[in-house]
């Protein structure tokens, strides 16, 4: 059974950092992109950042780019995201997934990351 799970999420201040991990199992780490969305109150789930099975690429959306670092642990099969500089617009819930159609999307349940003012 393919799954992601997410932990790290937590409560920090403006300007704090935090570190995500998601642990993947039930498929070969190493074939799949694996990616970071968030899904704030009353909007559109969004996505970070993802990386690439094949070399190790990355990708960061704007609002991210520069403040958060998605990386990977290949013998543990875990990706993270490091996540600096937070804002208080930062304050969502965060998930992991990992694209691997045609045979499914898989999601983590996501979990709460708040940063107060």
């Known amino acids: 059974e393919v799954k992601v799970v997410e932990s790290g999420g937590d409560l920090v201040q403006t300007g704090g950092s935090l570190r995500l991990s998601c642990a993947a199992s039930?498929?070969?780490?190493?074939?799949?992109?694996i990616g970071w969305f968030r899904q704030a109150p009353g909007k559109e789930r969004e996505g970070l950042s993802c990386?690439?099975?094949?070399?190790?690429?990355?990708y960061h959306a704007y609002s991210v780019k520069g403040r958060f670092t998605i990386s990977r642990d290949c013998a543990k099969s875990t990706v993270f995201l490091q996540m600096n500089s937070l804002k208080p617009e930062d304050t969502a819930v965060y998930y992991c997934?990992?694209?691997?159609?045609?045979?499914?999307?898989?999601w983590g349940k996501g979990m709460l990351v708040t940063v107060s003012s």
């Open positions: 997934n990992t694209d691997q159609r045609p045979f499914g999307t898989y």
């Open positions: 990386i690439r099975h094949s070399d190790g690429s990355t």
């Open positions: 039930g498929f070969t780490f190493d074939d799949y992109d």
